[in-house]
C-alpha cells in the first residue's frame, strides 16, 4: 500500500462526505418546510437519514486503515489521537468562554459540529503524519 492517501479511497471518502452534506441540506429543508408539522416519527426518521452517509464514510475510513501495514497504522493512529487532542481542546476552550460570558454556543450547534470537525481534523492529521514519515 502507497504512503500517500490511495485515489479510490480519497474519492470514496469524498463522495460519502458529499452524499452527508446533499442529504443533511435536504433533510433539512425538508424539516423547516414539507415536514415541519408531521408525525414525530416521520421527523425523526427523516432527521436521521444523513447517519447512513456518516456511517459509510465510517466504513471506508475503518476498512482503509485496516488494510495498512504497520506504518499506514501508526500514521492513523497518531491522526486520530491528534484530531481527538484538537477538538476536545477547542471544545474546552469554547465552552470556557461561553461560561465566562465572552461568547454564545448553542447546545445544538456544538454538538452538530462535533463528528465533522473530527473528520476534518483526522484528514488534516492524516496528512502531516503521512508528509512527516516521508
Known amino acids: ?40 416519527w416521520l421527523r425523526a426518521g427523516v432527521g436521521l437519514l444523513p447517519v447512513l452517509a456518516i456511517g459509510w464514510a465510517i466504513r471506508v475510513v475503518v476498512r482503509q486503515a485496516l488494510a495498512g501495514d504497520e506504518l499506514q497504522r501508526r500514521i492513523n493512529l497518531e491522526a486520530i489521537a491528534v484530531a481527538a487532542l484538537v477538538v476536545g481542546l477547542g471544545s474546552l476552550t469554547l465552552s470556557l468562554l461561553v461560561v465566562a460570558d465572552v461568547i454564545a454556543v448553542s447546545g ?11 473528520a476534518m481534523g483526522y484528514l488534516a492529521a492524516r496528512v502531516w503524519a503521512t508528509r512527516r514519515y516521508r
Open 1 to 40: 500500500m502507497s504512503r500517500s492517501l490511495p485515489g479510490s479511497w480519497l474519492r470514496e471518502s469524498l463522495l460519502a462526505a458529499s452524499v452527508y452534506l446533499l442529504t443533511t441540506w435536504t433533510c433539512v429543508w425538508l424539516l423547516r418546510h414539507p415536514l415541519a408539522d408531521a408525525a414525530t
Open 108 to 118: 445544538q450547534a456544538a454538538l452538530v459540529w462535533t463528528l465533522p470537525a473530527l
